[in-house]
């Protein structure tokens, strides 16, 4: 048979490909690709995990793809799927198939935030005639799927993104960037509406019995041995998890709620699985009737809280994975930004889908309403102005080339994480004030009401809060979805005039002209006052009527609204230090401890990476003197903080730690046993820009979570170690921008 293909139908460069077979000869023109796009999958799936195995059948429902009119003569159709799974038995009905041929393995892109996500895949081309406008596909595939789960582990991240596609004693863990089932290949997937890639999908199921799985469709009982789901809504794609599981379950409020944990061995382990999951079923229970009246209903009758095999935490429709360590964090599973979060994904992200030619809002919203907004419905305002406060620490260091808009984020060459989850909770946060608490939850419900399984985007958002609120919200908009960058506020000095009864404030804003209302505290002998003024100018005074003057003006000390902050304003942490373009590192005399150690390549990695960034490594011996600390950040670890010139330049800064003969002493506090150790990060006394960061211990015992020093956020920690070490004194060191008010 000849078959002749035409690779390229222009009329000139024309490829043919000839292939003979059996004698018998066959043109079949030259084919044209037909864009289409799936509607329904109807899967029936069987999972063997000690042989990393799938053996799968697939009929898919075929259209096109957004209203296209179907070429006339011959066409093709590609279907994506893992290399590692073998397609066979290929049947279609609603057009001829005339043969299929299989493109070599692709790669998905790669994405900053999802490090080394890349999975190979081939697409499969089916050369049609005869074709309509449905066609159903048939296809049975199978084969091995396993990948190296451990590669992706990183110390101290509760995410591998490497993996998307295995199959093994330990777990399973298929989503749609693995590829696992036959989906159609689709060019322009940027631009088009993201409504065309939903579908309605149906899963039969079967794996071991000693095995429990779960996908993102709801569970709709058994049949011929096999599980049966269906998806809640259209999906864009399905995840299946599972493993070697104990499950709890209960119903709250209309919601089948179910823990599943990694099987005990043993009864003991078994009790304190049962006690982990027990507390997590509460604590599911509680933020769904938390959340509820503020976005709505929730989305779905079904939640599955899952003990994943590596590190994660994801959200999908109707369950969320959490790794090992997550899981057995105790209370600390509970603060917020961890369950919450990924729960409320279920509205944003899950329920309500991030329309992908847009950036991606449900972080932001999702930050805003947990990591953030979680302190306010426990009415810890102490809890909410930290996360305010630590938004804009943050976001004050990003670097100008890395300050993209916030509406960017998840689009090529967009944002960074820290600027969707931190600016993004920080402009909700805004956005809320300048409409009103009540008007805000009133859109969010109203979005959750119309969008639960379609796609939203920015733009979205932004005409629910504006039908909400009654108000314009364009400028808003503009400046911090749309635009980069924020006010960095300096606040020049304050005046009044008895004569007019005016104050004076005069407030600068660098190179931007953002339009905002800022919170100034006026701070009297016997109190203070909170107002709100209009800025509007890069540099302008600002005239409020006032009765009597203050004794002083600060500069939003509750950190209402996000702004870049001066350098020697932020909160000193060891980021501070790290930042640095020239560090100098303090050791102890003699051999090292391994913590130590730890500690300085942490430090001195992202001061190296700096094109002009210099790294010193002194030993606090008679050759260290106090210009080898002048100038720049330092670094002091272990005994070196007792060294003289050491002493000396901790003496000229607020430093409330003092070295003891046994340890070490906080104000009125002694730590001398051994299992203490302390970590205070301080303004460089001759260089506020710079970092002082001491870590030290009374002993090697107290020294052994060095390896993650960088994901306290706070000023002074000092640490109880035994089996763990748990913070026993917490501080941060602030430096809010205050001016005396002079009186004419």
Request: charged share 25%; glycine share 8%; hydrophobic share 35%.
């Amino acid at each position: 048979m000849l078959i002749v293909e035409c690779r390229n139908c222009s009329a000139a460069g024309t490829k043919i490909l000839l292939t003979l077979a059996a004698g018998l000869m066959l043109v079949t023109g030259c084919a044209q690709p037909f864009h289409v796009r799936a509607t329904e999958y109807q899967i029936i799936a069987d999972i063997n995990p000690e042989t990393h195995a799938l053996n799968a059948h697939a009929n898919i429902t075929l259209v096109p793809i957004d209203g296209r009119p179907l070429p006339e003569g011959p066409v093709w159709i590609a279907l994506d799927l893992n290399k590692n799974l073998k397609p066979s038995d290929i049947h279609v009905t609603g057009a001829d198939l005339q043969r299929t041929s299989k493109v070599r393995p692709l790669y998905t892109p790669d994405d900053k935030d999802h490090s080394k996500r890349k999975i190979a895949y081939a697409s499969h081309k089916l050369y049609l005639e005869n074709a309509t406008d449905e066609i159903h596909v048939s296809i049975e595939y199978e084969g091995e799927l396993e990948q190296d789960v451990a590669s992706g582990e990183k110390v101290g991240e509760i995410h591998n993104f490497g993996v998307s596609a295995h199959i093994g004693p330990e777990g399973i863990y298929l989503s749609p960037s693995g590829h696992w089932c036959p989906t159609p290949s689709i060019d322009d997937l940027d631009q088009l509406d993201p409504k065309y890639l939903l579908a309605d999908w149906t899963l039969q199921t079967s794996v071991p019995e000693d095995t429990a799985l779960i996908t993102s469709a709801r569970r709709e009982g058994e049949h011929d041995g096999r599980t049966n789901w269906k998806s809640p809504h259209r999906l864009t794609g399905m995840t299946l998890t599972g493993g070697k599981h104990d499950v709890w379950s209960r119903h709250e409020g209309g919601v089948q709620i179910s823990v599943h944990m990694q099987r005990a061995e043993d009864k003991d382990e078994r009790d304190a699985n049962e006690k982990i999951a027990q507390t997590y079923l509460d604590q599911a229970a509680r933020y769904i009737a938390d959340y509820e009246p503020l976005l709505g209903p929730f989305p779905y009758d079904q939640y599955t809280i899952v003990e994943n095999f590596f590190s994660s935490g994801f959200a999908f429709p109707m369950m969320t994975l959490f790794g090992p360590v997550v899981m057995h964090m105790g209370d600390n599973s509970f603060r917020h930004g961890y369950l919450d979060h990924e729960l409320v994904h279920s509205w944003w992200g899950c329920g309500v889908d991030v329309d992908p030619r847009d950036g991606n809002w449900c972080e932001s919203l999702t930050s805003y309403c947990t990591n953030y907004y979680g302190f306010v419905i426990n009415n810890d305002e102490f809890g909410a102005r930290k996360k305010r406060r630590n938004e804009s620490n943050f976001l004050s260091r990003v670097k100008p080339k890395h300050d993209k808009p916030l509406g960017t984020y998840g689009r090529p060459g967009g944002c960074g994480r820290g600027i969707a989850y931190s600016k993004g909770s920080a402009v909700f946060h805004m956005l809320s004030r300048e409409i009103g608490q009540e008007a805000f939850w009133a859109a969010c419900r109203d979005i959750t009401k119309r969008l639960v399984g379609r796609h939203a985007s920015w733009d979205d958002l932004k005409q629910a809060f504006e039908e909400a609120s009654g108000r314009n919200l364009d400028t808003f908009f503009a400046q911090w979805i749309r635009g980069s960058g924020a006010p960095a506020l300096r606040l020049l000095d304050a005046r009044y005039d008895r004569s007019k009864g005016e104050l004076y404030v005069s407030i600068e804003q660098g190179v931007t002209d953002f339009d905002f209302e800022l919170n100034l505290r006026l701070e009297y002998g016997a109190g203070h006052r909170d107002i709100v003024a209009s800025v509007t100018e890069s540099t302008e005074t600002l005239i409020i009527p006032l009765s009597d003057s203050p004794d002083f003006v600060q500069l939003d000390p509750d950190y209402h609204t996000f702004r870049k902050l001066q350098l020697s304003e932020i909160m000193p942490t060891t980021a501070t230090t790290k930042v640095a373009k020239s560090l100098t590192i303090v050791m102890p005399p003699g051999e090292s401890l391994e913590a130590y150690e730890t500690v300085a390549a942490a430090f001195e990695k992202p001061v190296k990476a700096k094109d002009d960034g210099t790294v010193v490594r002194a030993v606090a011996d008679n050759t260290l003197t106090a210009e080898t600390l002048a100038g720049r950040s330092v670094l002091v670890l272990g005994d070196s903080v007792r060294h003289p010139a050491v002493q000396e330049l901790l003496e000229r800064t607020e430093s409330p730690v003092r070295w003891t003969e046994a340890g070490f002493a906080v104000d009125d506090d002694a730590f001398d046993e051994p299992n203490h150790a302390v970590m205070m990060t301080l303004h460089h006394p001759d260089s506020p820009d710079d970092g002082l960061t001491v870590y030290a211990g009374n002993s090697e015992d107290a020294l052994v979570n060095a390896a993650i020093l960088g994901f306290y956020a706070n000023s002074l920690l000092v640490f109880e170690c035994g089996e763990r070490c748990e913070v026993v004194v917490r501080r941060d060191f602030e430096s809010n921008q205050r001016v005396e008010v002079s009186v004419k």
